[in-house]
């Protein structure tokens, strides 16, 4: 038998790619786009080269649309042009991963040399005070960048932001410009008006890419991986039609060439072609649904699992009193609290409004409701998701309903 990995060594693809150019993490070094966009915000920045105060900046865009690439971008090169200058240094927070003002304090507060604060413990005035004296003792301009912020609001309220502009007001040797990136085009809604003009000061909306934008950026891509010989244009083209129509999202399309190239490359092809694009994005959209599997809520697991099970005892249709069976043969055997009809009939709803299911009621007969349901994904990869739960693992040797019921 021929080896395993020949058809990998027999195509004129290139080996040597380095993927980390398609990595959300990389940052090109020209953005095509974004150049109008990229230039409002280092005007505004760039007035700390010339000694002045930048104003504050909300950047709003849809996923994808390069804000948090652009703001990595501009920090970098600010921070660059004015080495030996001016003091400038990017503070970026995530504020999804940061998810508490204790914690936004400690990221700004430990980015310059001082006291070291710890991740948990102090009371708020220490923490603040120390934060202070630590930018205070560096002396220069510091972008702070609060990505995704909306999310932070949403969950905390904007009192930390007030704090933050409470803190610049009273620095003497540094300045905070803050930069918050939002996904919500509402988000100004949400914030006080004492802090929604402070941080309004200058406003910038990112646009979805269209189609042939896409491309550009695509394309510059396979350049910077040097691969551009190894992309057929069909390749591309369909690739950035299909992002536009996902709201023109380049970070789905980068992904979806990361994709195309890997197929293509191991299936000892030596062109990226229209056939493996569509190969990636059915790998995606199955890798999505798992993914969506993966982080439902306990008890949702316990009811799809329920249903899987239902059906491969033999059903296609069942009552409302029979699914709730299942349901609850599940949860007894995983151990799990067993919900009320009721909301295990909502959740039927939420399984059905993610895709993972399609309930259909057929009749209101004798016996009640008839549900017919189907399952959109495959029984046994989506059984070997939920068994991945560590709540389940007392089931995975109970593989049928009527063990189930025995056990
Ligand atoms: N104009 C562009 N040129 C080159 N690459 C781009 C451009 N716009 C976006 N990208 C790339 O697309 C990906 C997504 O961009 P980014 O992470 O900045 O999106 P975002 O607007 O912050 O999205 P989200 O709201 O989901 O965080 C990144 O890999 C980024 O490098
Ligand atoms: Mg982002």
């Given at each position: ?5 020949k ?5 004129t ?5 380095d ?35 930048p ?33 400038v240094?990017t ?55 609060l990505d ?5 609001v ?17 620095l ?11 996904n ?27 189609s042939?934008?896409?491309y ?30 996902e ?9 979806m ?21 569509f ?20 008890q ?6 329920g ?5 491969e005892?033999?059903?296609v ?11 609850r ?7 799990l609290p067993?919900?009320t ?15 993972l ?12 409701r008839?549900k ?29 309903m ?6």
């Amino acid at each position: 038998m021929d080896n395993i990995f020949k058809k990998y060594l027999e195509g004129t693809f290139p080996k040597n790619i380095d993927y980390g150019v398609f990595e959300p993490s990389f940052i090109p070094h020209k953005m095509p786009h974004r150049e109008k966009e990229i230039g409002v915000i280092a005007e505004n920045l760039g007035r700390i080269l010339l000694g002045g105060r930048p104003k504050n900046i909300l950047v709003f865009g849809k996923s994808g649309t390069g804000k948090t690439a652009a703001m990595k971008y501009i920090g970098r090169e600010l921070e660059e042009a004015s080495r030996e200058r001016v003091n400038v240094k990017t503070v970026f927070i995530n504020c999804q991963v940061k998810d508490n003002s204790y914690s936004i304090f400690e990221t700004l507060g430990n980015a310059f040399n001082g006291e070291r604060i710890p991740f948990t413990g102090w009371s708020f005035d220490r923490l603040y005070a120390t934060t202070r004296k630590n930018l205070d003792q560096w002396g220069g301009n510091v972008i702070l960048v609060l990505d995704e912020i909306d999310r932070f609001v949403k969950k905390n309220g904007d009192d930390f932001l007030y704090q933050i502009l409470l803190l610049d007001s009273e620095l003497e040797k540094s300045r905070i410009t803050i930069v918050g990136i939002t996904n919500d085009l509402k988000f100004s809604e949400y914030l006080d008006s004492r802090v929604k003009s402070r941080l309004n000061e200058e406003k910038i909306v990112f646009p979805p890419y269209s189609s042939d934008q896409i491309y550009d950026i695509l394309m510059d891509r396979v350049n910077i991986a040097g691969i551009g010989g190894f992309v057929s244009e069909g390749a591309l083209r369909l690739i950035s039609s299909l992002a536009s129509q996902e709201n023109g999202d380049a970070r789905k399309a980068i992904e979806m060439l990361r994709t195309s190239i890997q197929i293509a490359f191991s299936s000892g092809d030596n062109r990226v072609e229209e056939a493996h694009v569509f190969s990636a994005k059915t790998r995606m959209e199955y890798d999505a649904v798992m993914e969506t599997i993966r982080t439902l809520p306990v008890q949702a697991k316990a009811l799809l699992l329920g249903i899987i099970l239902l059906r491969e005892s033999g059903n296609v249709q069942y009552t409302t009193g029979e699914v709730f069976e299942a349901y609850r043969n599940v949860a007894n055997g995983a151990n799990l609290p067993v919900l009320t009809p009721r909301r295990i009939s909502d959740m039927l709803s939420d399984l059905d409004s993610l895709g993972l299911i399609t309930a259909h009621v057929t009749s209101l007969g004798r016996y009640g409701r008839t549900k017919m349901i189907e399952i959109n994904v495959s029984f046994n990869d989506a059984k070997k998701v939920i068994f991945e739960d560590e709540n389940f693992s007392r089931l995975k040797n109970t593989p049928t309903m009527k063990q189930l019921r025995l056990t």
